[in-house]
């Protein structure tokens, strides 16, 4: 079984966010946001806790009405065809509800039975697919942490579906499992649209194509790791290692020169920024032997995630 978009809409585009908006009270959960997820993009919806993820996610689900905006699930209304929508979407919440006297086989049978699953074959299939075929008569109160997130992945792939939602996969389980379920989430993507949720800054650089970054209930950015980094990184940054004087004297030299717009003391050595896309690295080169210094390294270092979630965060929260 597996559903193709038949609505209307652009087909590739198979989650389409329009001013979305949820209120409770007097407050904004989600505000306004905007973004599309095409066929087989891998978008993961970064940001701290309470920043409005789980909230955006309930709402494409279906699990909870918008205030405002519109939403659109492989080509479905989630408000005038939230039954189409939903099944089209496997949805892994960040608690996974389970019945603890069921079996594995058993738990996942019963999920393919609520979603018009007519070949129960498929059942042993997602079970082997997510490594819980040999578990399949274990009771679900015998699974660890991480097996339990590889369970609530079988349920919601276990229909097919075009549109896979993750709320924090990786959540409380350990490391070697963590790499598990990264390693899933990228596989999926050769089949599924997976929108996904983490306030993990490596995790979504390693595993996403796109990156949504929401903070206060807001998109403040957006795009590619790469697209972010050269919208976001005013200019270049440089790791220098000089010998032959103190750092005091080195970081002066640095600062006198034209283009650099700081420079700051990093391990053994500088971190030298520009304002601008100027190179200045023939300058640095040409003032460093002037002074009689021996210039030791030179390397461009670019911006990570981290650094720009950090500094929009950051920016985001100066009154």
């Known amino acids: 079984m597996h559903y193709e978009a038949e609505h209307t809409g652009n087909f590739n585009d198979m989650i389409e966010i329009e001013k979305l908006t949820k209120r409770y009270g007097q407050h904004v959960a989600v505000d306004h946001i905007s973004f599309k997820a095409k066929q087989g993009e891998i978008v993961g919806l970064l940001g701290p806790n309470g920043a409005g993820k789980t909230t955006t996610m309930r709402m494409l689900t279906t699990f909870m009405p918008p205030s405002e905006g519109t939403a659109k699930v492989a080509g479905f209304d989630i408000q005038q065809d939230s039954f189409e929508v939903r099944k089209r979407v496997g949805y892994l919440p960040e608690r996974i509800p389970i019945y603890p006297d069921m079996t594995v086989w058993g738990y996942i049978a019963f999920w393919a039975q609520l979603r018009d699953v007519k070949n129960m074959k498929q059942v042993d299939a997602i079970l082997d697919r997510v490594q819980l075929l040999d578990r399949r008569k274990t009771l679900l109160r015998n699974l660890s942490k991480g097996m339990r997130q590889r369970l609530g992945l079988a349920q919601a792939l276990v229909h097919d579906p075009p549109v896979v939602i993750l709320d924090e996969p990786t959540i409380g389980i350990d490391p070697q499992q963590v790499i598990e ?40 950015a957006q ?30 030299l640095l600062r006198t020169i034209p283009g650099v717009s700081d ?15 100027q190179d200045v690295r023939a300058e640095i080169s040409g003032r460093v032997a002037g002074a009689g210094y021996a210039l030791l390294e030179m390397r461009p270092v670019a911006m990570t995630l981290e650094d720009i979630f950090l500094d929009i965060v950051g920016r985001e929260a100066t009154p």
Request: hydrophobic share 40%.
């Open 223 to 252: 795009g590619t790791p790469a697209t972010l980094r050269t919208q976001l990184q005013p200019g270049a940054h440089l790791f220098v290692q000089i010998s032959g004087a103190s750092a005091e004297t080195i970081l002066k």
């Open 263 to 277: 420079a700051q003391p990093n391990g053994n050595g500088f971190s030298v920024r520009t304002g601008t896309k």
């Open 181 to 220: 379920v990264r390693d899933a989430v990228r596989q999926l993507g050769e089949k599924h649209t997976v929108l996904f949720s983490t306030h993990i800054l490596s995790e979504a650089e390693q595993v996403c194509d796109r990156v949504v970054i929401i903070n206060r209930g807001k998109i403040v």
